[in-house]
């Protein structure tokens, strides 16, 4: 109750002042909500989860009385996950797909001034450094789970439904094998939020992950500055938001 209260006066205090009531680090939460409204007790699950409320594109649905599961294996998140959101279950840990072979040799780079860019992929630490002059501060060892473990402690959590409403994706580098995994296991999340880093909307066609997401039934349904959210076309006539009446498929 105490939730929703802060949900309901912040957002007021927002509109009065002329702020918009978003999370994210691009609005992306706000996106989710036009397709996700009116959606009561919905599941998520939050894969590079990082921060539990700045930058964090389910911490909205939080507040609306959802519930999920997040995983990162960022440092000193537990704590914070567990004062602020006490519904959700948070594993620190790093999560692999089948095809990542070497996931026991890979290796965490750390960015403390930089959190978000934390990567197990040294093709983007390059990148990284190239582009911006960043070094990663420390390499650092950290559990790791395939997504079999994560979907059995997902199943475990959420007793009473094993359909996920939002998945969000921001693994820098490894969203096509962990969502080939999920596929694979017939799991297939009513929306998926993945980030896609340097695409053009206008190009967005041509990438690894917007074909994997068609071939499996979803449609991309919006793009922001780096994420994209794809919509399961099944799923379409029976979500309750209102905002759907507005598209055309």
Not at 228 to 240: A, G
Request: charged share 25%; net charge neutral.
């Amino acid at each position: 109750m105490l939730v929703r209260a802060f949900y309901f006066i912040a957002r007021r205090l927002c509109k009065i002042i002329g702020l918009p009531f978003t999370f994210s680090h691009d609005g992306e939460d706000l996106s989710l909500l036009k397709y996700l409204s009116n959606l009561d007790n919905g599941i998520y699950v939050d894969i590079g989860s990082h921060q539990p409320v700045w930058g964090s594109n389910t911490f909205l649905f939080y507040l609306l009385g959802w519930k999920g599961v997040c995983i990162d294996p960022l440092p000193n998140l537990k704590n914070k996950y567990q004062l602020i959101r006490k519904r959700d279950k948070f594993i620190n840990a790093a999560v692999f797909g089948s095809k990542s072979k070497t996931k026991k040799d890979l290796n965490f780079y750390y960015y403390k001034n930089n959190r978000d860019n934390s990567t197990f992929d040294p093709e983007r630490v390059i990148e990284l450094k190239n582009k911006f002059g960043r070094e990663p501060s420390s390499v650092i060892p950290v559990p790791k789970i395939d997504v079999v473990e994560m979907l059995s402690s997902v199943e475990i959590f959420f007793k009473e439904s094993k359909e996920i409403n939002l998945l969000n994706l921001d693994i820098e580098g490894f969203e096509i094998d962990i969502l080939e995994d999920f596929f694979s296991c017939s799991v297939r999340p009513w929306i998926v939020c993945v980030e896609e880093i340097g695409v053009l909307a206008e190009n967005i066609e041509n990438g690894e992950i917007y074909k994997l997401m068609k071939n499996n039934g979803y449609i991309l349904g919006s793009r922001t500055f780096l994420s994209s959210i794809y919509v399961l076309e099944s799923k379409l006539d029976s979500l309750p938001s209102h905002y759907i009446k507005e598209l055309k498929f």
